[in-house]
């Protein structure tokens, strides 16, 4: 029986009807989406200033005041491409994860419906795998306000999005929290204030700990006291100080408008678990960083150069026998605003 070779088109609607892998830093800051008919990703934004209207007699002549000024940045997303093979050894044999509780290990699973399991498998697989590529982009350019490309197939580039130096804070002996005299809760109002106040900047709603700095501002006396203080259900702030269990749970409110998260999710790398965040960090940031993910054209002529966020393909390989599965894709999360955010490191481990 000749197993059916799906068009792109078909591939595309399983793929994007799979629904996404739980993305924190992807659906905090990245809601648009733009993509290019060429490899390269542009972006920039235009610099303006506060400047007040001057004031003329009534007959005078008026006064230019226009003074904007666009700077650009050009780059070359690295490009992703998981690929997997439907051989027919995987196609007859029977194996875990296909079927369903009436037919164990999918004995009662006819080839081409067997086959058509491990293609959506595969396509599952492929699309989190992507999604976290994703995750990892998102969540290192809204940190570090930069990202480093890098992998064993792509030379290492570092993508600088422009967010000032001193938008990264590292806490030194004695100033760290926990430390005697040092009071999370003037660190946090100091920080909100840099924030909303810098050049590109914007009202904070969101402050995002990790699990090392979040205990540490949870055990401190002053926070533990404005609760005693506060009026519970109310705009005044409002805190979980029981166990933490989930990767990403908002603990509470630091007023009306600013939430407060923990956070600890991983990903892995030949099985290497590493945290997207550092637990000893936390994060201030405001909506106004305008994330946007950005994707360039799929260099594939069979996608005839067209701006899709990913390109799934399938091709018959002759020698060994197999159907190929492929994802294309070349992302890049762009922060439109980067100074919206600041990271800090707040305790030593």
Avoid at 150 to 178: C, I, K, M, N, Q
Avoid at 220 to 230: F, M, P, Q, S
Wanted: with cysteine; glycine share 6%; charged share 20%.
């Amino acid at each position: 029986m000749e197993q059916n070779l799906y068009t792109s088109t078909a591939l595309m609607g399983t793929y994007y009807a799979l629904g996404e892998v739980p993305n924190f830093w992807l659906t905090l800051a990245f809601g648009a989406t733009i993509t290019f008919e060429e490899e390269y990703v542009d972006f920039g934004k235009v610099a303006e200033g506060r400047e007040l209207a001057p004031l003329v007699m009534p007959m005078a002549e008026g006064r230019p005041i226009y003074d904007a000024a666009e700077t650009r940045a050009r780059v070359k997303p690295a490009y992703v491409k998981p690929r997997d093979p439907v051989s027919p050894a995987s196609v007859i044999r029977s194996r875990p994860g296909l079927g369903d509780l009436a037919a164990p290990y999918n004995a009662k699973m006819s080839p081409q419906q067997r086959f058509d399991a491990l293609v959506v498998n595969i396509q599952r697989q492929h699309r989190e795998a992507i999604d976290r590529r994703e995750e990892w982009m998102a969540a290192n350019a809204i940190l570090n306000g930069s990202v480093t490309l890098g992998d064993a197939a792509y030379p290492e580039r570092v993508v600088d999005f422009g967010r000032s130096s001193d938008h990264t804070v590292v806490l030194g002996s004695g100033s760290r929290w926990g430390d005697a005299n040092v009071e999370p809760l003037d660190d946090l109002e100091a920080w909100i204030m840099q924030v909303e106040g810098a050049k590109f900047g914007g009202p904070v709603t969101d402050i995002v700990m990790g699990t090392a700095a979040a205990k540490v501002f949870r055990q401190n006396d002053r926070v533990k006291e404005l609760l005693k203080t506060d009026i519970r259900n109310t705009s005044g702030t409002s805190l979980n100080l029981g166990v933490l269990t989930k990767r990403v749970q908002m603990f509470g409110m630091l007023n009306a408008n600013v939430r407060l998260w923990v956070y600890s999710d991983y990903y892995t790398i030949n099985g290497v678990v590493t945290p997207f965040m550092d637990p000893r960090d936390i994060l201030v940031f405001s909506p106004n960083v305008e994330g946007v993910r950005c994707y360039g054209a799929i260099l594939d002529l069979d996608a005839n150069l067209q701006a899709v966020p990913v390109f799934p393909k399938m091709w018959k390989s002759n020698d060994p026998s197999a159907l190929m599965v492929m994802h294309q894709s070349a992302p890049l999360m762009v922060p439109v605003n980067p100074n919206s955010t600041l990271r800090a490191r707040v305790v030593a481990n």
